[in-house]
Structures are given as C-alpha cells and as structure tokens.
C-alpha cells in the first residue's frame, strides 16, 4: 500500500512538472497541448495509484486536476468521465465531495445532449443524499431530476422508478398530496401495460393509504375512485384490507384496526413504508378516543 501511494506521488510530481513546461514561451511553441495531455494521463495514473493504497481523497483529488485538463483540451467526454470517477472515489470519504463532483459531471453531460446518463449520475447523487447525507429533501430533488430526463428520453419505466422515490420520501415527510399525485400518475401509466398492470394496484393501494393519513373520508372516496379505474384493484386484497381499516376509523376502534392489519399480515408482509403510515392513521384514531 506504502509503495502505491510513493507512486502516487511520483506521478503527480510528474505531471506538475509536464504542466510548468506547457506554460511560457517555449512551451506553447512546442508542444505545449500535448503536454496538458501527458499531465492529465499522469494525473490518472496517480489517481488509480491512490485508488489502490486506499488513499480517497487523493484520488478523487487527482481525478478532479485530469477532468480539468481535458475540459481545456477541449474533451468533454473524458473530462465527464473523470468526474465520476472522482465522485466513487470520494465517496468513501467525502460524500459532498463526491455530489459537488457528479454535479460537475452532470452539467457536462446535459451541454452535450447526454440526458440518460445525466439521469443516471441524478440518481447516484439522490443515493448519496439517502444513505450518506440523510438529507431527504435534497433526495427527493435529485430524483425529480433525474426523473424528468428520463421521461424526456421517453425511459418511462426508469422516470416511473424515480418518480416513485419521490412519492415514497413526499409522504414521510406528510407531503401526502404531492405523494398522492405521483402515486395516481405512476399507476395510470401501467394500467394498460400488460407487463405492468398488476403494479398499478399497488401504486392505488399506497395512495389510499395516503388519502387515509389525511383523513377517514379522503381515504374512501379513494377507494370508490380507484375500484371505478381498476376493476382488479376492487378485487384485491388491499383494497378489502383499506375498506376495513376505513371502516374502523370510523367506528374509531383502534383493535379492529390493528386486527385487520394483523389478518392481512400473516399472508402478505406490510413493508416499512406502509407500516408507518397505517401507525400514524391508528396514532389519530388514540388520539380521537381521548377528545
């Protein structure tokens, strides 16, 4: 590892060195283009040296000064790609670093027309808001975005898939109507896909639960709109499941809410997101009891 990082250095020192020669007089006569060039593989090279001595920040460093050169070479691409390369690096050390780099990348690639791999690298950075910077807010932006180019390269199911994101991060924040919009839309979408069809009654399903978080009658007119759209939704047992938890919220009984949740349970797991959700509508049946 001690001797990656001595190589490292060695061509970084190299590189400097090409860079101080490209400049003045001589320099430009002579060469001087390729040169910036020399430097900017050296920089590379000492990047992926970094990269093996587990030297982050050195890497992702190194990739930065390369993508710099070859942005005054005039090479966008492999400038772009440098970037990303820079963020994975930096991000096992500094995942700021490594959005503010993506970013850079992303700007690149949106200048050339590259809107899916712009997308892409949108979606990277929402990952790192989720699991490095816990920052749900910016999450949810990146998702949009990358949403938005996706649909704009007519990769529905890939915008769908973000869009989603947002719907699921929109309702654990109780932003329950920008949810529900994209719940609706996503599902109306794969209604007449054969291949996505019966993803559509989940998608009714998480927006009715939404309904239902903000209040007993949003939830069952939900119900009756989604059972008039999507004849299999009123045959699920999802729906069945949402009518009887409609009907416990207004009797205000909390156990028959909780038993319904439980007979649903033993046969189809509720996951984490819909756990809480149906939690916050039981905390307002309590929370009515005591009025």
Request: with cysteine; glycine share 4%.
């Amino acid at each position: 590892m001690a001797d990656q990082e001595q190589k490292a250095i060695q061509f970084v020192d190299e590189a400097e060195k090409k860079l101080k020669s490209s400049k003045g007089f001589f320099g430009s006569m002579f060469g001087g283009s390729s040169k910036v060039e020399e430097a900017a593989e050296l920089f590379v090279r000492a990047a992926n040296a970094f990269k093996m001595a587990k030297k982050w920040p050195g890497a992702g460093q190194c990739f930065c000064r390369a993508a710099e050169l070859q942005l005054q070479l005039g090479s966008k691409h492999e400038a772009a790609t440098h970037y990303v390369d820079a963020g994975s690096a930096y991000k096992k050390s500094d995942p700021q670093e490594s959005v503010n780099c993506l970013g850079k990348a992303i700007e690149i690639y949106t200048d050339m027309g590259r809107f899916t791999i712009a997308a892409k690298h949108h979606v990277s950075i929402a990952e790192i808001y989720e699991s490095e910077l816990a920052d749900m807010d910016k999450a949810m932006s990146s998702y949009q975005q990358a949403a938005d180019y996706y649909k704009g390269e007519e990769s529905n199911s890939s915008a769908n898939k973000c869009s989603l994101k947002v719907a699921q991060y929109a309702a654990q924040l109780e932003r329950y109507e920008q949810a529900i919009e994209i719940y609706e839309e996503v599902a109306i979408s794969c209604m007449d896909n054969s291949l996505l069809k019966y993803s559509a009654k989940d998608h009714f399903f998480r927006a009715a639960t939404c309904h239902l978080c903000v209040d007993t009658l949003n939830g069952e007119q939900a119900l009756q709109k989604y059972e008039g759209l999507f004849p299999q939704f009123a045959d699920s047992r999802e729906c069945k499941l949402l009518k009887n938890l409609v009907s416990a919220c207004e009797e205000e009984d909390a156990d028959t809410f909780t038993d319904a949740i439980k007979e649903y349970d033993t046969i189809s797991r509720l996951d984490q997101w819909t756990t809480t959700m149906l939690l916050r509508v039981k905390k307002r049946i309590n929370q009515d009891d005591l009025k």
